[in-house]
């Protein structure tokens, strides 16, 4: 039985990957650490976790964790994930895997090193539709992949509109918490790396002036296809998609940039358009059941750390081309 710890007793650890941790034949939740004692037990309580920590290190120096689960805020990521990974910890770790880029890779580097796994927890390309949107591309069913769109404008729920949209240092504001998915996906689903960006940002009243809540932009990726994104925290009406346009038909996701198991996937060609059946899966689930695997030396996670280090690469310079106005080109070497 892998035992899993978490560090943050976050609200993503509340709603979805405790379950989901629990929920594998194979692992269990054993531990929680909090920067407060309180919050720990308290948390450890409600979700059923055996222990409580008031700091990271009582944690990590329990030998009978094998992994831990890191769901801080954005700027504690680094610190947390170097100190577990020398604490000989496989990390699952949230996105966007750390603030810049040379941190980011410092984390890669140091798990491969220490002959750990580690992952970046984006959960989208666990989902059902994401993977067979895939599946479509890569068996040709579109043709040549021209262009993408992704629809992403969500409202942020009042319980979370705490340090995404006042705490620029916590990595705050809607590029580092919604654009880095959109990158993630993108990749996943094209099978390309962005080479450059240009994007422009908003600030449309719900995050403190000078953050972004909002943000529209493109994307080109190497092999030719060019993606726009429309990402928000103020749009409490609009619906979620993802689309795929090529030579010989489109791809249509819809409600499908979401954290639950739903959304349909539509083949338009030769003038007809179909729905795609998907198999839908507790996103989260898999993503748990593949980093598992993965410790066992059974693949990849669903997202390596490499992965956390190319989508905060297109995530940064996409918050750079809205900063100077100009297009960015991007390479995470
Ligand atoms: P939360 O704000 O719920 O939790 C983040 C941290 O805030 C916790 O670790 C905790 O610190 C602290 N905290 C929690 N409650 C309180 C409180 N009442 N007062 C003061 N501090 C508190 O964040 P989220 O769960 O929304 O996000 C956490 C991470 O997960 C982020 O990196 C985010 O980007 C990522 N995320 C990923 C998603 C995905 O689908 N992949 C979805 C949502 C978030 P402490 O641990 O010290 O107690």
Redesign the pocket.
């Known amino acids: 039985m892998l035992r899993w710890g978490l ?7 509340r709603e ?1 990957m405790v379950p989901a941790i629990a929920a594998q034949p194979d692992s269990t939740v054993a531990a929680v ?4 004692p309180e ?2 037990r308290r948390y450890a309580d409600e979700l059923d976790i055996a222990k409580a920590h008031a700091t990271v290190a009582d944690l990590l120096i329990e030998p009978t964790i094998d992994a831990v689960y890191i ?4 700027e504690w ?1 680094e610190p947390q994930v170097l100190a577990a990974i020398a604490a000989g910890k496989h990390v699952l770790c ?3 895997l750390a603030l810049s880029l040379d941190g980011a890779r410092r984390m890669v580097a140091a798990a491969a090193a220490a002959g750990v796994v580690l992952g970046t ?3 989208l390309r666990n989902a059902a539709t994401h993977r067979k949107m895939r599946e479509l591309i890569q068996t040709g069913a579109i043709g040549q992949p021209l262009a993408a769109r992704v629809f992403h404008a969500v409202f942020l729920p009042p319980h ?1 509109q ?2 995404r949209i006042d705490r620029p240092d916590a990595g705050g504001g809607v590029i580092l ?1 919604i654009t880095v998915h959109d990158a993630d996906t993108l990749r996943f689903a094209l099978g390309d790396e962005v080479a450059e960006v240009t994007a422009m940002t908003a600030n449309q009243g719900m995050a403190r002036a000078g953050l972004e809540d909002a943000v529209m932009g493109v994307m080109r990726f190497r092999k030719g296809v060019i993606a726009q994104f429309h990402d928000a925290f103020t749009t409490p009406h609009a619906s979620t998609g993802f689309e795929v346009h090529g030579t010989d038909g489109s791809l249509y996701g819809r409600d499908v940039m979401t ?1 639950r198991p739903m959304g349909t996937v539509s083949v338009r060609r030769e003038g007809r358009q179909e729905e795609v059946p998907v198999d839908h899966e507790n996103l989260y689930e898999r993503s748990v059941r593949c980093f598992n695997a993965a410790i066992r030396g059974e693949g990849e996670p669903a997202a390596t750390g490499t992965d956390g280090v190319e989508s905060l690469t297109v995530a940064l310079a996409v918050r750079e081309a809205a900063e100077t106005g100009q297009t960015v080109r991007v390479s995470s070497e």
């Open positions: 560090i943050g007793a976050s609200t993503i650890g979805w650490a909090s920067s407060s919050r720990a769901s801080t805020t954005n990521h949230e996105k966007p927890n984006y959960h979370l705490g340090w918490d954290q």
